[in-house]
């Protein structure tokens, strides 16, 4: 791809001088065409916008065909270039591509043939780029009661003609995500994607295939702090697709894990952003998620309620950003009080934050909860083994060590269930760490695996 390609621009391109009359002759257009064309081509807005208020559907219908049977790449720009315009001087146009008069005609067509974007798809940047923005305006802009001639009863010969909402949906996703993965444009790509992502990802076709694309874990690297311009319009976007996502579960069940660092990015956002629109939607994203799975406990051990009740002594002008922190203050609140010892403590070691907190050398904490350790397949246990073999923190590794320790001591089968999870082998290898708190702790787990509670506590004595 040439730099030249990259690097153009809409005016730049529409400085350009189409051979209409060229393509009349070679019958490509019609003289009907060529005629709206002579009044619309190089014209100021002033003049196009009575034109596209008397003949609006005439002339989508014209830009379209050309689309679809011209195929020479400095046309097909110019009349990207000519919907852009038309566009971004009023975006309800898109309206225009939905009028009735055109229901015959798949407006979708020049970009989809065999359910590959033809424009999408190609090495020219600024045709990839046009092409999806315009595509996500469109299908945005289309009537609420809308529906697809696949799925309205039409006749078949118009069923086959027409493309699809959802073919049109799951192509844009793929394309999308595609540019996630491996931008083609080194500084373009990842903002053009997440913008287009931000406006249809409230389709639900969209979130479904987005998420079955793994699209979730593509865009969570890009919740991170901004200061530029550019950069606090990429994290809006961002944050905005995350908020939209978290009204689709399988979206919720992925950023409910802990390696997904969803919530942590997002604290970080609110503590440092001072861009009102930004901070409005991490919030409301937040108190999407808090009453679903974990996040509460995941919420209270990122410190989220001091958080948030520092944002709430800040001045804020939007009405809906305040109600949310209100909402999310209250119920941040609730969830301290209703959270055990227990549900902190598995919170903890489910986010590998280990510290020497009380509850670890607590008595009484490992007598009264000795028998949750047993909830699904003993999966703490199974989490502190995981952290022995893969933490590069050494005080988790030391916390883990000592944990193990007090469930051997404390479990009536502690030493036979820590045998047959093979704990032995994972804690032998800490025995010799360069770290002094890693071999005690691991040397005291040995001590209690093999010698039991009385002389393992004698021996750390």
């Given at each position: 791809?040439?730099?030249?390609q990259?690097?153009l621009t809409?005016?730049?391109?529409?400085?350009?001088?189409?051979?209409?009359e060229?393509?009349?002759?070679?019958?490509?257009?019609?003289?009907?065409s060529?005629?709206?064309?002579?009044?619309?081509?190089?014209?100021?807005?002033?003049?196009k916008?009575?034109l596209?208020?008397d003949?609006?559907?005439?002339?989508?219908?014209v830009?379209?065909?050309?689309?679809?049977d011209i195929?020479?790449?400095?046309t097909?720009?110019?009349?990207?270039?000519?919907?852009?315009?038309?566009?971004?001087?009023n975006?309800?146009?898109?309206?225009?591509f939905?009028?009735?008069?055109?229901a015959?005609?798949?407006?979708y067509?020049?970009?989809?043939?065999f359910c590959?974007?033809?424009?999408?798809?190609?090495?020219?940047?600024?045709?990839?780029e046009?092409?999806c923005?315009?595509?996500?305006?469109?299908?945005?802009?289309?009537?609420?009661?809308?529906?697809?001639?696949?799925?309205?009863?039409?006749?078949s010969?118009?069923?086959?003609?027409?493309?699809?909402?959802?073919?049109?949906?799951?192509?844009?996703?793929?394309?999308?995500?595609?540019?996630?993965r491996?931008?083609?444009?080194?500084?373009?790509?990842?903002?053009?994607?997440?913008?287009?992502?931000?406006?249809?990802?409230k389709?639900?076709?969209?979130?479904?295939?987005?998420?079955?694309?793994?699209?979730v874990?593509?865009?969570?690297?890009?919740?991170?702090?901004?200061?530029?311009?550019?950069?606090?319009?990429?994290?809006?976007?961002?944050?905005?697709?995350?908020?939209?996502?978290?009204?689709?579960e399988?979206?919720i069940?992925?950023?409910?894990?802990?390696?997904?660092?969803?919530?942590?990015?997002?604290?970080?956002?609110?503590?440092?952003?001072?861009?009102?629109?930004?901070?409005?939607?991490?919030v409301?994203?937040?108190?999407n998620?808090?009453?679903?799975g974990?996040?509460?406990a995941?919420?209270?051990?990122?410190?989220?309620?001091q958080i948030?009740?520092?944002l709430?002594?800040?001045?804020?002008?939007?009405e809906?950003?305040?109600?949310?922190?209100?909402?999310?203050?209250a119920?941040?609140?609730?969830?301290?009080?209703?959270?055990?010892?227990?549900?902190?403590?598995?919170?903890?070691?489910?986010?590998?934050h280990?510290d020497?907190s009380?509850?670890?050398?607590?008595?009484?904490?490992w007598?009264?909860?000795?028998?949750?350790?047993?909830?699904n397949?003993?999966?703490?246990?199974?989490?502190?083994?995981t952290?022995?073999?893969?933490?590069?923190?050494?005080?988790?590794?030391?916390?883990?060590?000592?944990?193990?320790s007090?469930f051997?001591?404390?479990?009536?089968?502690?030493?036979?269930?820590?045998?047959?999870?093979?704990?032995?082998?994972?804690?032998?290898?800490?025995?010799?760490?360069e770290?002094?708190?890693?071999?005690?702790?691991?040397?005291?787990?040995?001590?209690?695996?093999?010698?039991?509670?009385?002389?393992?506590?004698?021996?750390?004595?």
């Amino acid at each position: 791809m040439a730099i030249e390609q990259a690097e153009l621009t809409t005016d730049e391109v529409l400085k350009r001088d189409i051979p209409w009359e060229t393509y009349m002759t070679t019958k490509l257009i019609t003289g009907t065409s060529l005629q709206l064309l002579r009044r619309y081509d190089k014209k100021p807005e002033s003049t196009k916008a009575p034109l596209l208020d008397d003949d609006g559907p005439a002339y989508i219908q014209v830009f379209v065909t050309i689309l679809r049977d011209i195929y020479k790449e400095e046309t097909v720009e110019y009349v990207l270039a000519l919907i852009d315009d038309m566009l971004t001087a009023n975006p309800k146009r898109a309206r225009l591509f939905h009028i009735q008069s055109l229901a015959s005609e798949d407006i979708y067509e020049p970009f989809l043939i065999f359910c590959n974007y033809r424009l999408l798809w190609r090495g020219n940047w600024f045709i990839q780029e046009k092409s999806c923005k315009i595509l996500s305006i469109i299908v945005s802009a289309r009537p609420k009661t809308y529906q697809d001639a696949t799925s309205n009863g039409e006749s078949s010969d118009l069923k086959s003609k027409l493309t699809t909402i959802d073919d049109i949906l799951k192509g844009l996703v793929d394309w999308l995500c595609a540019q996630l993965r491996k931008p083609t444009h080194p500084s373009r790509a990842i903002p053009v994607s997440i913008s287009c992502l931000a406006a249809i990802l409230k389709e639900p076709v969209v979130r479904s295939c987005f998420v079955q694309a793994d699209g979730v874990k593509l865009l969570i690297p890009f919740i991170n702090p901004a200061s530029t311009q550019q950069s606090i319009q990429l994290l809006y976007e961002t944050c905005l697709s995350i908020w939209l996502l978290s009204f689709y579960e399988p979206a919720i069940d992925y950023m409910a894990m802990a390696t997904s660092r969803c919530l942590p990015r997002l604290a970080e956002v609110i503590k440092s952003s001072t861009k009102e629109k930004v901070v409005r939607v991490a919030v409301l994203t937040l108190k999407n998620l808090l009453p679903e799975g974990n996040f509460g406990a995941q919420m209270v051990d990122l410190g989220m309620l001091q958080i948030v009740q520092n944002l709430r002594a800040q001045t804020w002008t939007d009405e809906d950003l305040l109600e949310a922190l209100n909402q999310l203050e209250a119920d941040l609140k609730d969830n301290v009080k209703k959270m055990s010892s227990f549900d902190k403590y598995k919170q903890e070691v489910l986010l590998g934050h280990l510290d020497w907190s009380p509850v670890h050398k607590d008595p009484f904490f490992w007598r009264e909860n000795i028998s949750n350790f047993e909830e699904n397949d003993f999966q703490i246990l199974r989490v502190l083994i995981t952290i022995l073999d893969t933490s590069a923190d050494t005080r988790a590794q030391a916390v883990a060590c000592f944990d193990l320790s007090q469930f051997i001591q404390s479990h009536p089968a502690g030493r036979v269930i820590a045998t047959n999870l093979k704990v032995k082998e994972r804690v032998m290898k800490l025995m010799n760490h360069e770290n002094a708190e890693v071999t005690k702790n691991a040397l005291l787990c040995i001590q209690r695996l093999f010698l039991g509670a009385k002389y393992a506590s004698f021996l750390q004595a």
